[in-house]
């Protein structure tokens, strides 16, 4: 049987958890994926439904999920876990940050919670979560809504593509 090597494209199914066993993001469809419970983006399921395609070796998704593809066959199943080093980061302070609302545009209201992109002078752009509003400033926080999680991910090798 083919075994999965570097540069193969595979279709994968997958569900990624955090330590308590909440699902974050699975390929998988599932009751609680289907119908009105899942309408909202913080409901766990994904953004796709079905195996996801990837390169193995491309860096389109975690390396440690693309190194642990390696060797595996069709059908074969692996749980793995991966420390928030190698996942998403390590929560860092220095990536919450406040602005003044006089740097900001006049027509921005964000709510704590809310998610937005900030542009600077160079048009850079940088994903936010509003933690903090008051009259005089916003607190952001730029680190990843895993940075800090060990996660695991059970994944399955659904198709060898080439």
Not at 5 to 14: E, L, P, R, T
Not at 56 to 79: D, N, Q, R, Y
Not at 153 to 161: G, M, P, R, T, W
């Amino acid at each position: 049987m083919a075994q999965a090597k570097n540069g193969d494209k595979v279709k994968i199914d997958y569900t990624g958890m955090l330590e308590d066993g909440t699902v974050f993001d699975s390929t998988r469809d599932s009751e609680e994926c289907e119908g009105e419970a899942c309408e909202s983006d913080d409901c766990g399921c994904g953004d796709e439904h079905g195996p996801r395609e990837l390169v193995i070796g491309g860096g389109e998704f975690l390396p440690a999920i693309e190194e642990a593809l390696i060797g595996m066959s069709v059908g074969e199943k692996k749980k793995i876990i991966i420390p928030a080093d190698d996942a998403f980061g390590e929560y860092d302070e220095e990536r919450v940050f406040s602005v003044p609302r006089s740097d900001l545009p006049e027509d921005l209201n964000p709510e704590v919670g809310d998610e937005i992109v900030l542009v600077n002078e160079e048009e850079e752009e940088l994903a936010v979560l509003v933690v903090e509003v008051s009259d005089e400033e916003i607190n952001f926080d730029a680190n990843h809504p895993l940075a800090g999680e060990d996660v695991t991910f059970e994944i399955e090798l659904v198709e060898i593509l080439s």
